[in-house]
């Protein structure tokens, strides 16, 4: 399984930023999927996951009501949207593939399969 992440930038505070996640592999679909971030000098943090059928989703509180992910089955890709960013959302942002979902799912160790990572940079 490969992960690609695109569509970081540089974005104002209070901005839209839309990242994607493309997988390779037919086993996509039995795989819950995640998004990651890690700041400069702070350790990658869980920022939401989302269900094999994509009906249940969770997110980081940090993060509640401000991003939403989703998948698309058809085309083996996973996208967070964030609106209403902030500066403190600066982040490499990394999408993840986790074969055996668990109630652990903010647990880095679960996800099996990493992308390369999409910087996210919000200025104030």
């Known amino acids: 399984v490969q992960l690609q992440a695109s569509g970081g930038g540089l974005v104002q505070s209070g901005g839209s930023l839309k990242l994607s996640c493309t997988t390779s592999g037919r086993t996509f679909i039995t795989y819950a999927m995640g998004w990651f971030r890690q700041a400069p000098g702070k350790e990658r943090e869980f920022v939401t996951t989302?269900?094999?059928?994509?009906?249940?989703?969770y997110y980081a509180d940090s993060v509640k009501g401000r991003f939403t992910i989703s998948r698309d089955k058809a085309n083996n890709t996973v996208y967070l949207q964030m609106n209403s960013l902030k500066p403190e959302d600066t982040a490499v942002y990394y999408c993840?593939?986790?074969?055996?979902?668990?109630?652990?799912?903010?647990?880095?160790?679960?996800?099996?399969?990493w992308g390369q990572g999409t910087q996210v940079t919000v200025s104030s």
């Open positions: 989302i269900s094999p059928s994509g009906g249940v989703t």
């Open positions: 993840a593939a986790d074969p055996a979902p668990s109630i652990d799912y903010t647990n880095e160790r679960g996800y099996d399969y």
